[in-house]
């Protein structure tokens, strides 16, 4: 049974930074292309970034620059450093892996304040 639990979301400024970490079980890690998405209210969710086995990373036009993707093999986790948060930012942010199929956690709040 394939579980990814998030942790990290919260309440910052404008300016401000988050780090989110997702750990995942159930799946052989390394293999897995891991990523975050977001879902902001009225909105459909979103790629945010990916990384894949090999350490290539992939992210959304609006937070090149600011956001970083990274993964631990030995941990089994993902994690996704947010620098430089704006309020466009605010939204449910979820951790995906693909592993024979897609798998979702159950999302983490982030809310950037103006």
């Known amino acids: 049974q394939v579980q990814l639990v998030e942790s990290g979301g919260g309440l910052v400024e404008a300016g401000g930074s988050l780090r989110l970490s997702c750990a995942a079980s159930?799946?052989?890690?390394?293999?897995?292309?891991m990523g975050w998405y977001r879902q902001a209210p009225g909105k459909v969710r979103e790629l945010v970034a990916t990384i894949t086995s090999n350490d290539n990373t992939n992210y959304a036009d609006s937070v090149k620059g600011r956001f970083t993707i990274s993964r631990d093999n030995a941990k089994n986790t993902v994690t996704l450093q947010m620098n430089s948060l704006k309020p466009e930012d605010t939204a449910v942010y979820y951790c995906n892996a693909k592993y024979y199929g897609d798998h979702w956690g159950q999302g983490t709040q982030v809310t950037v304040s103006s």
């Open positions: 159930g799946i052989i890690f390394r293999f897995a292309v």
